[in-house]
């Protein structure tokens, strides 16, 4: 599948966050992603709007990183807190965490420095929130993530545009039946074959939508954020009345695999956990975040058509129809409490989920209609 880059640079910037006449718009990119960076800010300039674009290359984001004195490292840079601020839009391109080409390079940088990192972006976080600023993270994809993911070239590019470049009005539609199955619902119980049994309290929470689109009910409800490729409804657990044990098969992370994780939660609090593999990634991941680390952030259902499977990338796994994520820490932009340097969606595949007794997912399939 070849992408008209173009055409889809258009749609994002008109369609999902719709770009206005004179809005600033600050797009930071990988180097690798330098089309789609620049096509985006193309369609910017067409609609009478004004970007900015920085890039920078997998070797001096990672050489950056590795070489920083410690302190500096901790700081928010004050022009990029800036420039953030003075944005009315702000767009990260680029494959999640830093916005790397090739993820695996993630294994060469030590977590207490990607802990340190994630800290002082809390700022640029909050700003993105609390001033209102639509932003997007849209993925690109490349050989180096292919590779990662155990996919060919080929296979993975038609997996990732797929999922991006599709319907946004019968994404939208499928979405809000998910949500109005789901609205008024106090309890949700989810089980799998590898053992979860958890029950999450929703009771009187916001059920959220990531449909691709920015709309004017978002803006007037705050909902300013989108990932692309989308597709999820998402909602923050009420603490109280949230227990049991969830079990993820495979997280991926820094291009190794924590396997089996199995966390325990009482009132919503991480109180208990192991993994047959992988014990040391995870750890080193939790202990070097801050704040509200080990609280239960989000409970998250994919809903995305073109995505059929997982294969390790966070970025689509969380999209795919029929899985779910739970997510550790930050919850604030959904309405919760939590307030953390870490937030992290672990990936659920064929699981069962039952709001209040009523099956919405059997075994991985959505008993609501897509439409």
Same mark, same amino acid.
């Not at 993820?103 to 209102?132: K, Q, T």
């Not at 997982?310 to 550790?328: F, N, Q, W, Y």
């Not at 595949?349 to 399939?365: C, F, K, M, N, Q």
């Given at each position: 599948?070849?992408?008209?880059?173009?055409?889809?640079?258009?749609?994002?910037?008109?369609?999902?966050?719709?770009?206005?006449?004179?809005?600033?718009?600050?797009?930071?990119?990988?180097?690798?992603?330098?089309?789609?960076?620049?096509?985006?800010?193309?369609?910017?300039?067409?609609?009478?709007?004004?970007?900015?674009?920085?890039?920078?290359?997998?070797?001096?984001?990672?050489?950056?990183?590795?070489?920083?004195?410690?302190?500096?490292?901790?700081?928010?840079?004050?022009?990029?807190?800036?420039?953030?601020?003075?944005?009315?839009?702000?767009?990260?391109?680029?494959?999640?965490?830093?916005?790397?080409?090739? #993820?695996?390079?993630?294994?060469?940088?030590?977590?207490?420095?990607?802990?340190?990192?994630?800290?002082?972006?809390?700022?640029?976080?909050?700003?993105?929130?609390?001033?209102?600023?639509?932003?997007?993270?849209?993925?690109?994809?490349?050989?180096?993530?292919?590779?990662?993911?155990?996919?060919?070239?080929?296979?993975?590019?038609?997996?990732?545009?797929?999922?991006?470049?599709?319907?946004?009005?019968?994404?939208?539609?499928?979405?809000?039946?998910?949500?109005?199955?789901?609205?008024?619902?106090?309890?949700?119980?989810?089980?799998?074959?590898?053992?979860?049994?958890?029950?999450?309290?929703?009771?009187?929470?916001?059920?959220?939508?990531?449909?691709?689109?920015?709309?004017?009910?978002?803006?007037?409800?705050?909902?300013?954020?989108?990932?692309?490729?989308?597709?999820?409804?998402?909602?923050?657990?009420?603490?109280?009345?949230?227990?049991?044990?969830?079990?993820?098969?495979?997280?991926?992370?820094?291009?190794?695999?924590?396997?089996?994780?199995?966390?325990?939660?009482?009132?919503?609090?991480?109180?208990?956990?192991?993994?047959?593999?992988?014990?040391?990634?995870?750890?080193?991941?939790?202990?070097?975040?801050?704040?509200?680390?080990?609280?239960?952030?989000?409970?998250?259902?994919?809903?995305?058509?073109?995505?059929?499977?997982?294969?390790?990338?966070?970025?689509?796994?969380?999209?795919?129809?029929?899985?779910?994520?739970?997510?550790?820490?930050?919850?604030?932009?959904?309405?919760?409490?939590?307030?953390?340097?870490?937030?992290?969606?672990?990936?659920?595949?064929?699981?069962?989920?039952?709001?209040?007794?009523?099956?919405?997912?059997?075994?991985?399939?959505?008993?609501? #209609?897509?439409?």
């Amino acid at each position: 599948m070849t992408p008209d880059l173009s055409s889809i640079a258009a749609r994002i910037i008109g369609t999902c966050l719709g770009v206005d006449d004179g809005d600033a718009v600050l797009i930071r990119s990988g180097l690798y992603a330098r089309p789609l960076a620049e096509a985006l800010g193309l369609a910017c300039t067409g609609r009478g709007a004004h970007p900015m674009l920085s890039m920078s290359s997998d070797e001096y984001r990672v050489e950056s990183i590795t070489a920083s004195q410690d302190a500096a490292l901790e700081r928010t840079p004050p022009h990029l807190l800036a420039a953030v601020e003075a944005s009315d839009v702000v767009i990260n391109v680029g494959h999640y965490e830093l916005l790397l080409r090739d #993820p695996s390079l993630l294994e060469g940088i030590s977590e207490v420095r990607l802990s340190a990192l994630r800290r002082a972006g809390i700022p640029i976080r909050d700003a993105l929130f609390a001033g209102g600023k639509r932003s997007a993270l849209v993925g690109y994809p490349s050989p180096h993530q292919a590779k990662v993911f155990g996919m060919t070239q080929e296979a993975y590019e038609d997996h990732f545009w797929a999922a991006l470049d599709l319907d946004y009005d019968a994404l939208g539609r499928s979405c809000r039946v998910l949500r109005d199955a789901l609205d008024g619902t106090s309890e949700v119980h989810i089980t799998n074959p590898d053992g979860t049994d958890i029950r999450v309290n929703i009771t009187g929470r916001p059920l959220l939508m990531d449909d691709g689109v920015i709309d004017d009910e978002d803006r007037e409800r705050g909902l300013n954020m989108l990932n692309l490729p989308a597709g999820e409804v998402c909602v923050a657990p009420v603490l109280k009345g949230t227990d049991g044990t969830a079990v993820f098969s495979r997280v991926l992370y820094k291009g190794a695999e924590v396997r089996d994780l199995a966390l325990t939660f009482a009132d919503g609090v991480l109180v208990e956990w192991h993994a047959s593999a992988g014990e040391d990634l995870f750890r080193g991941m939790l202990e070097g975040a801050t704040g509200h680390r080990d609280r239960l952030g989000e409970l998250g259902i994919g809903t995305n058509p073109a995505l059929t499977r997982a294969i390790g990338s966070l970025h689509l796994d969380e999209k795919v129809r029929g899985t779910i994520h739970l997510a550790l820490g930050e919850n604030r932009m959904m309405g919760g409490e939590n307030e953390s340097s870490l937030h992290w969606d672990l990936i659920m595949e064929h699981p069962t989920l039952e709001a209040d007794g009523r099956t919405l997912i059997r075994e991985g399939v959505h008993r609501t #209609p897509s439409i």
